[in-house]
Each structure stands twice: as structure tokens, then as C-alpha cells.
């Protein structure tokens, strides 16, 4: 089992930043590729970002390519999200997912999430 805890969501206007954290406990951290998800009310849950093993990959949704970056620190067992130029359309609750070996686009595929971060941009 691995357990996955989110943080960092909140409110912010548009143009504005966000660092969401994701703590994971339990098995091998570094076992497990690393995934960004969201999902917006009445959207299916769409890849954001993931990460390889060691961090030395990373990829990105279209929409968040160049305003948004994954990292992670196997000894902290952490992966973070920085969030940068937010707009309205990145409103959405943000999940956290670990997926064993390589990484995937299909949240079908991952198998340990967390409880998911809100975030929320005005305009």
C-alpha cells in the first residue's frame, strides 16, 4: 500500500502561483512513477503532469506545458506541482497518483491516489 496526502490548494487570482505537495508513506517510493491528475465538474479526470522513477523524465499536458512543473524528491517522498500563469480553466480538484514502474496518461492505470487538493482560479 502506499498512502498519498495532497496539499497546497486553495484560491488564486488568475496570473497567480500555486505549489501543491503530494506525501507519500508506505511501500518504496522510488518504485513508483509519479502523476498529476485533475478533474473539473462534468470533466473526466484528465493527465496534468507525471514524472519518472528518478525524476529524470518528466511530461505534460498540452494545455500546462510551459506554466506548470513536476518534480519530485525520492528522499523525502514527495512530488510537487508548481503551478504558474493560472487561469480560470485550471479550476479543478487536483489528485496525486503513483503508478508502479512507467508512467501513464490513463488514471486507469495508477494505482494508489490521494484524497485530491482543490484549486480554484477567479478571474
Known amino acids: 500500500q502506499v498512502q498519498l496526502v495532497e496539499s497546497g490548494g486553495g484560491l488564486v487570482q488568475a496570473g497567480g502561483s500555486l505549489r501543491l505537495s503530494c506525501a507519500a508513506s508506505?511501500?518504496?517510493?522510488?518504485?513508483?512513477?509519479m502523476h498529476w491528475f485533475r478533474q473539473a465538474p462534468g470533466k473526466e479526470r484528465e493527465s496534468v503532469a507525471r514524472i519518472s522513477l528518478k525524476g529524470a523524465f518528466t511530461y505534460y499536458a498540452d494545455s500546462v506545458k510551459g506554466r506548470f512543473t513536476i518534480s519530485r524528491d525520492n528522499g523525502k517522498n514527495t512530488v510537487w506541482l508548481q503551478m504558474n500563469r493560472l487561469t480560470p480553466e485550471d479550476t479543478a480538484v487536483y489528485y496525486c497518483?503513483?503508478?508502479?514502474?512507467?508512467?501513464?496518461?490513463?488514471?486507469?492505470?495508477?494505482?494508489?491516489w490521494g484524497q485530491g487538493t482543490q484549486v480554484t482560479v477567479s478571474s
Open positions: 497518483a503513483a503508478r508502479k514502474g512507467t508512467t501513464s496518461t490513463n488514471p486507469k492505470d495508477c494505482n494508489y
Open positions: 508506505g511501500r518504496t517510493f522510488s518504485d513508483y512513477a
